[in-house]
Every structure is written in C-alpha cells, then in structure tokens.
C-alpha cells in the first residue's frame, strides 16, 4: 500500500507475485486483477451489500508455457484509486482484498502455448486466488515501522503527561465553593468555602461582577496548604437584579504553579417569576 501525501490514505497499490503456468495456456489467456470491499464502513447510508467489486483490471504479460515462471509487477494507479472513488484507511485496509483470476482457456493437449482456442468454447476460470490489503504495519520496512513506533510513543508520552500535569493541578490548586443566601428582608450574603491544596497561596483580588457588589471586601489573604477555611460576604445589588446569579471572582497567586484565576457563579434564592417580569 502506497501512501503519496502522508494521510494515512492509500493513494497506490502495487502487486507483486510470481506466476508458473501448470500447463500450456492459449493466448487469450488474461490475469485479473479486482479490489473488492468485503464488508463496507459503517456510515448513515442505510444498508450497502457486501463484496462489492470496486475497481477492475487485468493483464496479458506473463509466459503461457506450463513451468515458465514470470514475476508480475501490477499497480493500481492514484489516477485508478481516484477515479473509482475508493477511500481506504490504511489502519483498516482489511476491509478490501484483492482478487486474481485467469480467464480464458487452456491450450488443447498437444498444443504449443500461446496458440489461438478453438473456436466456439467459451472461456472459462482458470485459477482463481484472494488477498485481504495488508494493515500499514505489515510489510512495512522494518526502519519505517520503527519510525511509526517512535512516533506513536512519543504521542502517548506526551498524553501522559498532560493526564499526570492535569491530575497535579487538580491536587495543589485550591478548591472554592459557595452560596448565596438571603433572610426574609433580603439581605444577602455569599458563604465561601476554601480547601487548599497542596501549595501555599495568596488570595490578591476578589472581585464582584455587576450587577452585585460587594458590603465589604474580605480579609482573607495568605492561605496554607492543605487548610479549610469559611467566610461570610455581605452582598447588594438593585431589588430588580435580586434574581440573577452573582458571579465572584477570585484572582491568586499559588506557590509552582503562578498565578490563577476562578470565576465562581452563585445561584440567587430568588427565583420568583415576579422578579423575572421586572427584568
């Protein structure tokens, strides 16, 4: 299988085989090539038959003399893949195969190879052979699968350390929970919950995006890992906003990892289709 453009796509195929006649053939004597899709892909295309020829082709250019031996050299061209709009994958060539047949008639007893067939017999199959498409790995040369192979572990390398550095951060970063609570004279205020990790860090900024604001800015600052901390915040904003989520932002620094930045939405306790109407 030949891939030009480094798709992973078979854009050529090339047989290679060689051929000994068992007895002398005439010389209408032709060697079939056909790809053949055994089974088709799974698609939204509702029910497609299996072995499904897709492309044919043959050739005359082999010793019609019984013990002769030719090695055959056969392409199917980009110019036949294309043209026949065969896309195959080369992770699941298997699902093609190719079939090799002779056609034609075997020379009458007696007769040299290559003489004409008698007239009025039909031609019949004489040797039929079929071949699932390799995968890209088989026949693949050795230093090319060895390319392949280093590439592909470099490639789960590197997920696994996006998985280790993710799995890290979710340790040493701090976890900040919430909710927002009103009494019966809707006076709101926000209850935070801090769980430091692993690190030590700094709360820098907390900030209240419009429409509620903040009574009076916290006095939490330096933060040790692995300590819990609670806090009230007293809340406000206009009665006709009572509804609408409040949107904290906290802005830190943690020790390794930088600074870090979390947007943290608290659900109103006041949902009424009242205050949604005034909206």
Known sequence: LIDLN????????????????RVNLSSDVILNFVIVEWYPEIRNE???PPHTVKEWTATAA??????????IQHTFSAEHISSAEI?????????????????????????????NPEPGI???????????????WEGTPSSEAISR?????????????????????????????????ADEEDNFKAILEFTIGKHNA??????????????????????KAGVEKSIEIGMKCDEKYHFRPAIIRFSMEVETFGGW????????????????EEE
């Open 6 to 21: 480094g798709d992973d796509m078979v854009d050529e195929i090339d047989l290679s085989s060689d051929f000994t006649p």
């Open 46 to 48: 509702g029910p497609r």
């Open 62 to 71: 082999f010793s019609k003399e019984a013990g002769n031996t030719t090695s």
């Open 87 to 115: 896309e195959i994958d080369a992770d699941d060539a298997q699902r093609f195969g190719i079939i090799a047949f002779l056609s034609g008639h075997a020379a009458p007893e007696g007769a040299v190879a290559g003489s």
């Open 122 to 136: 039909p031609a019949v199959v004489l040797g039929l052979t079929e071949a699932d498409l390799p995968t890209m």
């Open 149 to 181: 192979l280093g590439f592909l572990i470099f490639a789960l390398l590197c997920i696994g350390i996006i998985i280790i550095t993710e799995r890290q951060r979710e340790y040493a970063l701090p976890r900040i929970t919430g909710r927002l609570l």
């Open 202 to 223: 700094t709360l820098e900024k907390v900030e209240v995006l419009s429409p509620w604001k903040m009574k009076k800015k916290p006095t939490l600052n330096h933060l």
């Open 261 to 276: 930045v979390m947007d943290l939405r608290l659900t109103s306790p006041i949902t009424s289709t009242d205050d949604l």
